[in-house]
């Protein structure tokens, strides 16, 4: 007869592996944080609920590949999303609506915010480009306003064929960094330097690779290292992510700062049941459901910590704006 503990446990293996097998959104490093001592083992029972100020699709029937989803980024009036579902786009903030929508590939990086009207996107190339003999293009890049969309330039980012030849073998997500005159996009084993406008760029050492995850079947990682950890203790399964615990079976994204968290976590083996978790100094301060999906939940998510709430992107095309009680 199976007891309820071993269920619980044989759940969290089963929502563990799915999780690892599907999310592809980046949970942020963790920050130095401020925690009760010790951190959150469970739940209380009454907590605050978030309300949605808006949720919008951004492409019912759009069919392209579910590679990643970036966490939304706030400029001005303007949230940025990109996933390789949407593309790039940009909503109101006060009310979701569509200021503007830009196609990309479905390999693309999260938008890299130099100033409020200066922002460069990347991502594949739409088309063939040619370059000199002994060189090959990696990606595109764009340099847009976008609080007006009109003024932007655009180029190729092209190395030599040795140096592009691991940007052009990974399929994991760009990462993107840098200032005004100097870009850095790394993936796995691949990291160039990328002059602007030019776009002629040279190899830089990669970033190392993540540690391993504690060892045994209850620990994962994120796509961009961040480690956690589901533990099952007198019947009740928590997981873990930098220095935050809460009720759930796997960790689906998460962004912190130092002293609040937001977790997204799966909370049973239906891949149905699925929060958005505010943390404040170690306790939960509220929670928010995910829309129950007509399938079981599988594409990635992401999320952003803001003042007052949070953006969370889920099931593939679809934005809320969350507003904490």
């Known amino acids: 007869m199976i007891t309820r503990r071993t269920a619980i446990r044989i759940a969290a293996v089963i929502g ?62 303007r949230l940025l999303v990109a996933a390789s579902r949407i593309g790039f786009a940009a909503l109101d903030v006060a009310t979701g609506g569509v200021a503007w929508r830009r196609p990309a590939s479905p390999d693309l990086a999260a938008p890299l915010v130099l100033a409020p009207h200066d922002v460069i996107e990347v991502s594949a190339c739409d088309e063939p480009i040619g370059v000199a003999a002994g060189r090959s293009v990696v990606a595109c890049f764009a340099r847009i306003d976008p609080l007006d969309i009109a003024a932007r330039s655009a180029g190729a980012i092209h190395a030599a064929d040795a140096d592009a030849a691991p940007c052009l073998t990974s399929t994991a997500p760009w990462q993107l960094r840098g200032d005004a005159t100097t870009i850095a996009i790394s993936r796995d084993g691949c990291a160039l330097a990328v002059p602007l406008p030019s776009g002629a760029a040279t190899a830089i050492a990669a970033t190392p690779p993540p540690p391993p995850p504690e060892p045994g079947a209850d620990c994962g990682v994120t796509t961009d290292g961040t480690p956690w950890c589901q533990r099952v203790e007198g019947g009740r399964s928590t997981v873990e992510v930098a220095g935050v615990r809460v009720d759930g079976l796997a960790v689906l994204a998460a962004a912190s700062d130092s002293a609040r968290a937001v977790v997204v976590v799966r909370r049973d083996a239906s891949l149905a049941h699925d929060d958005v978790v505010g943390v404040e100094d170690g306790a939960v301060v509220w929670t928010w459901r995910l829309p129950e999906p007509a399938q079981p939940r599988g594409t990635p998510i992401a999320v952003a910590l803001v003042p007052g709430g949070a953006y969370v992107v889920f099931d593939s095309t679809r934005v809320a704006a969350l507003a904490a009680p």
């Open 16 to 77: 563990a592996a799915t999780v690892a097998a599907v999310v592809a959104g980046r949970i942020l490093a963790p920050a130095p944080r401020k925690l009760a001592t010790p951190p959150l083992a469970a739940e209380p029972e009454a907590v605050g609920v978030a309300t949605a100020r808006w949720v919008v699709d951004l492409g019912p029937g759009l069919t392209a590949p579910d590679r990643v989803v970036h966490p939304p980024v706030v400029v001005g009036d």
